[in-house]
């Protein structure tokens, strides 16, 4: 079945540091989504990419979908301590969202 | 207020007692589904619904049922729970189809099974 993999696992940084996480899949996806969990809480759904190549801007966080459609990317600029959380990409193939493991990523103050 | 709403938060029962955790969206989504999060292992699927009465397997779903009797209800019973379904889970909705639009999750429920 399709698989999403994400990575890394975990990430530390200083804050004002730059993070990126990246999501591969094992086949070609209509869409991907991303979304942050915060400690304790449930997932948000943060922004969708459908096009080739897209790439999107939430103020400090920019957002990639390869040119194949079997890869994207997350990029925080300058983290802050509320950027803490798990970040989880998600892939649509057919009828079926497929969640990556999600990168852990902390802030030090 | 939009939003997913799962009941119990918490729970902790033992082996083989009969369980459901209900899910309800105010929404209208036509699409509902059930994820297990587990440390390491990210989201799983257990079961979704594209809509009333249609319901189909996720990556995980044994030892659990669905029903979608109802366009806001998206039930899962546990018929007889084990050790192994210890975990947090976590119902969803969007508006259509599998992923063409963001889901709505609600705000889990943590289940423990001694």
């Known amino acids: 079945g399709q698989q999403v993999m994400q990575i890394p696992q975990y990430q530390h940084v200083q804050e004002g540091e730059d993070f990126t996480t990246y999501c591969n899949s094992s086949t070609t996806l209509s869409n991907i989504q991303w979304y942050k969990q915060r400690p304790g809480g449930h997932p948000v759904f943060l922004i969708q990419l459908v096009k080739s190549g897209e790439v999107k801007k939430q103020k400090r966080l920019t957002f990639q979908f390869g040119e194949a459609k079997k890869n994207s990317s997350l990029h925080i600029t300058a983290t802050q301590t509320t950027d803490v959380g798990t970040y989880f990409c998600a892939g649509r193939a057919g009828n079926m969202l497929t969640f990556g493991g999600g990168t852990r990523l902390m802030v030090k103050p | 207020e939009a939003q997913v709403t799962q009941n119990p938060r918490y729970l902790i029962t033992v082996t083989g007692k009969k369980l459901t955790v209900t899910c309800s969206q105010n929404?209208?989504?036509?699409?509902m589904s059930w994820y297990r999060q587990d440390p390491g292992l990210g989201l799983r699927q257990i079961y979704y619904s594209m809509n009333v009465e249609v319901t189909d397997k996720g990556d995980v779903p044994e030892g659990y049922k669905v029903s979608r009797k109802e366009k806001r209800n998206f039930p899962l019973i546990l018929e007889s729970p084990s050790p192994n379904q210890t975990s947090l889970y976590f119902c969803?909705?969007?508006?259509?189809?599998?992923?063409?639009?963001?889901?709505?999750f609600g705000s889990g429920t943590r289940l423990t099974v001694v």
């Open positions: 929404m209208n989504h036509e699409y």
């Open positions: 969803a909705s969007t508006a259509t189809g599998g992923g063409n639009y963001g889901y709505t």
